[in-house]
């Protein structure tokens, strides 16, 4: 089997475990609303399940919607529209997705990115990567975290360099099939996304001196 074969099959069967446990809460979940009186349904306990029940479908698409996202990127079926865009733009709409999409507390955080800053992708997955590189940054200490985002231009493009006061430990994971499974939020996979998008766009994501560096090349 060829090197994208095995790692298809490696994140596939990955993906297909972490799911069991969220798949088990909802069906769960579901089975006991189904059985209860219809008075109950509307009490506090019933809105507890269809809290886990939501948890639980969320951390599921997340890691389905990851891994489909990283296949169709490596495997060139997902078309990417160029365009010129701000790095601060790109920036800015990741931070406001973390926090009011996935309750990432954001505040103490110091961006420091030029508006003049220009970088060349799809501003759609630049995004999507960027988004994935602070929320892992953040892993380290949570909530309080304070991430420190700095944009330097280069004579070969430009870069983005993001540091936490906790970061995690290690800083770059190690392949998702590593790690120990349960991520309550599914998000397992995003450093791994992140890698690959910057990477289709001619880009690298690195560790640099305790923090993580993501470059965009010149086209």
């Known amino acids: 089997m060829p090197p994208a074969g095995n790692r298809r099959g490696k994140y596939l069967g990955f993906v297909a475990h972490e799911i069991k446990n969220p798949l088990a809460t909802a069906l769960w979940s579901c089975d006991l609303l189904k059985r209860m009186d219809t008075a109950d349904r509307s009490g506090p306990r019933a809105e507890k399940m269809v809290d886990a029940s939501l948890r639980a479908l969320r951390r599921m698409r997340r890691l389905v919607d990851d891994f489909f996202t990283i296949e169709r990127l490596n495997e060139h079926g997902y078309e990417l529209h160029i365009d010129t865009l701000e790095l601060r733009s790109l920036v800015d709409g990741a931070i406001a997705t973390l926090a009011e999409k996935d309750g990432v507390s954001t505040q103490g955080w110091t961006v420091d990115v030029p508006g003049q800053l220009l970088v060349n992708g799809d501003g759609e997955m630049l995004r999507r990567g960027v988004r994935a590189v602070l929320e892992h940054v953040?892993?380290?200490?949570?909530?309080?975290?304070?991430?420190?985002?700095?944009?330097?231009?280069?004579?070969?493009?430009?870069?983005?360099?993001?540091?936490?006061?906790?970061?995690?430990?290690?800083?770059?994971?190690?392949?998702?099939?590593?790690?120990?499974?349960?991520?309550?939020?599914?998000?397992?996979?995003?450093?791994?996304?992140?890698?690959?998008?910057?990477?289709?766009?001619?880009?690298?994501?690195?560790?640099?001196?305790?923090?993580?560096?993501?470059?965009?090349?010149?086209?």
């Open 138 to 219: 953040t892993k380290g200490g949570g909530a309080q975290a304070r991430l420190t985002i700095v944009g330097r231009a280069l004579p070969a493009g430009g870069e983005l360099i993001v540091r936490s006061s906790e970061p995690p430990d290690p800083l770059v994971p190690p392949v998702a099939e590593e790690r120990p499974s349960g991520d309550p939020l599914g998000t397992v996979l995003g450093y791994a996304l992140a890698e690959t998008v910057f990477s289709v766009h001619g880009g690298k994501l690195q560790e640099r001196e305790g923090a993580l560096v993501i470059s965009f090349p010149k086209r």
